[in-house]
């Protein structure tokens, strides 16, 4: 796997979601992946913690430009759960869970963050403003509703599918309502 092409492709597509989406300071952006979908194998199969690494730390760099906290989902075996900094968990009021990340339970992804971030700690659950999901993952139980796909010219991070999701007030009242 190359690694700086694997750097540049996400990137980019970061830098094209970012233009679309109106992230604001502290929003928590959800960062969903298998490793193993971006070397070309099965979810599951050839998990990666050295691209799990290269993954978080790019994403990391980019939301930390714009002071958005970043949020790793965990792989089914942990169902779902999602690592971030204590210091989020806490402002959130999200329930700290006691688990520690694997390559077998986990995913290289999430472990690699737990490794990177200052202070991290899981949680079960979120309510994200956005987030990306490469290969699969099905990160939208961690955006809030309402959902709203993004579109992005780059359909693929190494040999993974990408998709991105952001979120919109509810639209509430009705016929005399009015918004903005």
Do not use: W
Not at 159 to 172: E, V
Request: glycine share 8%; hydrophobic share 40%.
């Amino acid at each position: 796997m190359d690694f700086e092409e694997l750097k540049s492709n996400l990137n980019l597509y970061l830098d094209e979601l970012l233009s679309k989406i109106d992230l604001e300071e502290d929003d928590i952006f959800v960062l969903g992946c298998s490793t193993s979908e971006v070397k070309g194998n099965n979810i599951g199969k050839d998990t990666d913690i050295d691209v799990g690494k290269v993954i978080v730390e790019t994403v990391m760099e980019k939301l930390d430009g714009l002071n958005v906290n970043l949020a790793v989902q965990c792989c089914e075996h942990l169902n779902r759960a999602i690592v971030l900094e204590k210091t989020v968990a806490k402002k959130n009021n999200f329930e700290i869970v006691s688990v520690v990340p694997k390559k077998n339970a986990g995913g290289g992804v999430a472990t690699s963050a737990y490794s990177i971030f200052k202070n991290p700690v899981v949680v079960e659950k979120i309510v994200a403003k956005a987030g990306i999901d490469i290969g699969d993952t099905e990160i939208g139980m961690h955006i809030k509703f309402v959902q709203v796909p993004v579109r992005v010219s780059i359909k693929e991070i190494g040999n993974a599918r990408i998709t991105a999701l952001t979120s919109r007030p509810k639209l509430i009242g009705g016929q005399r309502a009015l918004y903005e």
